[in-house]
């Protein structure tokens, strides 16, 4: 169904990371906040994507903000690290989803919501790492690498689902050794994104041990919200709350904080 | 949101969190129907995997579920929940609760019926603080071959639980809701076994489930035996049901039995007649189960239909590539490897070394009826069922499990196919056979096409027949 050249292909096919991209993510890395806002103005689409951003209601600010410094400011340095992770996954984004009943309009609003809820999360756990709080950007892109492999394979594996109850990262998994989650790692790899970010999202799925407890912890929080997040309507009416399994027991002892934190 | 289907039980799998909002989402009318339309007997959601829930979402779901039980009959409810989510369901409904719970999906198994036999043969304890329940319970687990044992006491119950390997299954914080009013079926050996009970009358024809029936027959049971120790009495009726089933059958070669019927408050010739239709009476189930010559002679232990000489016909052969593609399609996904097709013939079912080799088969019915049967090398059968099991595995039941849902998911791909070409059919239950010598004698050397396909230097078998 899937076979080893396919995931070879698609993993050479991860365009690399563009250099206004880069040249942002570097002036943020120094803390220079204004040479970022520069950098975004040469990209158009970004300078749109971050007016979209910052002028949705859960900012909550009366009038159109426009200016890039501006926006910045708002963002402040992580938020907008993670803002610009979230750009370079949506530039993955098919332009017609087939396996997912989803319009990349639904897609950023997922993206928004787990962005909105792991800053909570983060708070509550007095954590400032800018990779970590970056690291959520990467958890969307299991929805569309799986859309991209698995699109042509719809009826098949309608059929394999209907006797059997298995998602499609168990799918991947046992046809080629490599899951939706190793191959997000592989886009982290490919843009170059801090390593925390890969580790957590491999962690995330619920299925890899982590040695480092900060990681396992974190891993967990970003496990339960995901599927709090899948769990949405606009998630399950787009196919999405079983593509991957969830793992009941290795969130089971957050669960009642993270009702607090997050529900 | 799909459900899987297997052995007539459609499950629902949703996960994470249930509540009022996210709950109309996930389970539709439309999912509803679209599994009620693969002839179910029970409707199934899996908590497994929902982390939370309150009664907003649950009665999005109890709705739609009642909904199904009121037009079809279907049993209805919820299984694989913690012993904290029942007490959480036993509260939010109360004496409302007219669906069914079952704490895994493999207690919600043994209310159903199966084209596989029950082998375990270690008893079931069964525990509800409801004593009506408790009966309830038991009774339908023995009349689907289980043997229960009741305790009648927390205290009993929370000592025999102590040690579960004596007991095939622990039945506990299970409610049986409003049940279907079907008639309870099990497999034993080659045999298939009706449990009826009180008046039969004209309701019969109503609570047997023909399909099933037919399904038995088309993958080559020929031996039905009603166990009718509970049958105070039957009317003209029944006598009509048994005589129409009798005469049915008579293409298949099918023999019924009726076990255990007393005729103290039914008319004699009543019972005349019936054998004068065909019908043969014993006093015991032990009188044809343990008696092995009367089995072989009734066809309860192997072997296939003696008169069902029907040949291929035009209509199926012209549709003999889609059947072709439909399992070297499904073979190579599960395998992820390539099948050569290497000859084709009409002849009977030919396999030059029997053993090393499992088998399964599928019979199909509507515009045109048949049964395909696949005979798997024991490596290859091993490949194809990693996919669904995530492990290789030497245990011969779960492959042959395993090849039960292949040979389903080739009949889906088929029925699906056909469609196309505006051809309807329904699937059966399919069957497996651990020795291959038990479906050449299902075969019974009537012709069909027989396909060998090569799959990585080994032979696999296809072989499509009426």
């Known amino acids: 169904m899937i076979t080893q050249e396919e995931i070879h292909d698609y993993i050479n096919a991860i365009p690399p990371s563009p250099t206004v991209l880069k040249a942002v993510l570097a002036c943020i890395q120094k803390g220079e906040l204004a040479k970022a806002a520069d950098e975004a103005a040469k990209d158009p689409a970004l300078k749109l994507f971050l007016q979209g951003i910052v002028n949705k209601p859960i900012y909550g600010f009366k009038n159109d903000i426009k200016d890039l410094k ?62 970590v709080f970056s690291s959520i950007s990467l958890l969307p892109a299991s929805i569309i690498v799986c859309e991209a492999l698995f699109k042509a394979k719809h009826d098949e594996l309608d059929l ?50 982590q040695t480092d407890p900060q990681i396992t912890e974190l891993s967990k929080w970003m496990h339960l919200l995901f599927f709090y997040q899948l769990s949405q309507p606009i998630c399950t009416a787009a196919g999405l709350n079983d593509f991957i399994e969830f793992n009941i027991e290795y969130v089971q002892d957050i669960y009642e904080a993270f009702q607090d934190v997050v529900m | 949101m799909r459900a899987v289907v297997k052995n007539k039980i459609g499950v629902f799998n949703p996960q994470g969190f249930l509540d009022g909002t996210t709950a109309p989402a996930l389970l539709t009318i439309e999912d509803i ?29 109890v709705r739609l579920l009642e909904t199904l039980h009121k037009d079809s009959g279907t049993v209805v409810g919820f299984c694989d929940y913690n012993d904290k989510q029942y007490t959480s369901i036993e509260k939010f409904y109360g004496d409302d609760l007219n669906f069914s719970l079952f704490r895994t999906y493999k207690i919600a198994t043994m209310f159903t019926v199966s084209m596989q036999e029950v082998k375990e043969k270690k008893s079931v304890l069964v525990w ?29 119950f929370t000592q025999k639980k102590m040690q579960p390997e004596l007991y095939e299954e622990v039945v506990y914080n299970s409610y049986l809701g409003l049940l279907g009013s079907k008639i309870a079926t099990r497999v034993s050996g080659n045999a298939i076994i009706y449990t009826v009970s009180g008046f ?41 049901f048994f005589s129409k089933l009798a005469s049915a059958g008579a293409e298949f070669g099918a023999n019924i039995c009726i076990v255990g019927m007393t005729f103290e408050k039914t008319p004699a010739n009543f019972k005349d007649e019936l054998e004068d239709a065909g019908l043969i009476f014993f006093e015991k189930m032990d009188d044809i189960l343990q008696d092995k010559e009367l089995l072989k002679e009734l066809g309860g232990s192997g072997g296939g239909s003696k008169t069902n000489k029907r040949s291929l016909n035009k209509l199926l052969v012209n549709q003999l590539p889609r059947f072709i593609n439909a399992t070297v399609n499904t073979m190579e996904m599960m395998t992820n490897a390539k099948a050569e097709k290497q000859d084709v013939k009409v002849q009977a079912l030919t396999i030059a070394q029997t053993q090393g080799k499992l ?6 019915y509507g515009d045109i009826d048949g049964m395909v049967v696949l005979v798997f090398p024991l490596s290859v059968a091993k490949k194809s069922c990693e996919l669904l099991l995530g492990e ?24 699906a196919l056909l469609a196309e070409d505006k051809v309807r059919v329904n699937i059966t239950l399919p069957r497996t056979y651990e020795n291959v010598d038990d479906v050449l004698a299902t075969v019974n050397e009537r012709k069909g096409v027989q396909v060998n396909l090569n799959f990585k230097g080994e032979n696999f078998t296809f072989f499509l027949m009426r």
């Open chain 1, 70 to 131: 501006q926006i910045f400011g708002i963002l402040g340095l992580a938020q907008a690290e993670q803002i610009i992770y979230n750009y370079m996954i949506s530039l993955l984004t098919p332009t017609k989803w087939e396996l997912f009943s989803l319009t990349n309009k639904e897609f950023s609003q997922i993206q928004d919501s787990l962005s909105f809820a792991w800053k909570k999360i983060l708070e509550h756990k007095e954590i400032n790492d800018r990779s």
């Open chain 2, 200 to 240: 039969l009358d004209a309701e019969i024809t109503n609570n047997f489930d023909m399909s099933y029936h037919k399904n038995s027959l088309n993958v080559g049971f020929t031996l039905f035996i009603f166990d009718a120790y509970k049958v105070v009495s039957m009317n003209i009726h029944g006598v009509n």
């Open chain 2, 128 to 156: 509800h603080e409801d004593p009506s329940q408790r009966s309830a319970l038991a009774i339908e687990l023995f009349d689907r071959g289980h043997t229960p044992i009741v305790c009648q006491s927390t205290a009993e």
């Open chain 2, 33 to 61: 129907q679209a599994t009620k339309a693969l002839n179910i007997d029970m409707m199934l959601v899996s908590l497994g995997k929902v982390v939370f829930f309150n009664k907003n979402g649950l009665d999005v779901f």
């Open chain 1, 160 to 209: 394999l689902r209907s006797v059997k109850e298995i998602d499609y990262n168990t799918i991947l998994k046992r046809l080629s050794g490599m899951d939706l989650f190793d191959l997000c790692a592989k886009i982290a790899e490919v843009w170059e994104m801090p390593e925390p970010i890969a580790q957590i999202i491999l962690a995330s799925s619920g299925k890899t041990q």
């Open chain 2, 392 to 415: 290789q595995t030497d245990n011969i039941e779960d492959i042959l499990d395993t090849l039960a849902e292949f040979v389903n998911i080739i009949g889906g791909r088929v029925k």
């Open chain 2, 359 to 364: 088998a399964s088969s599928i019979g199909f």
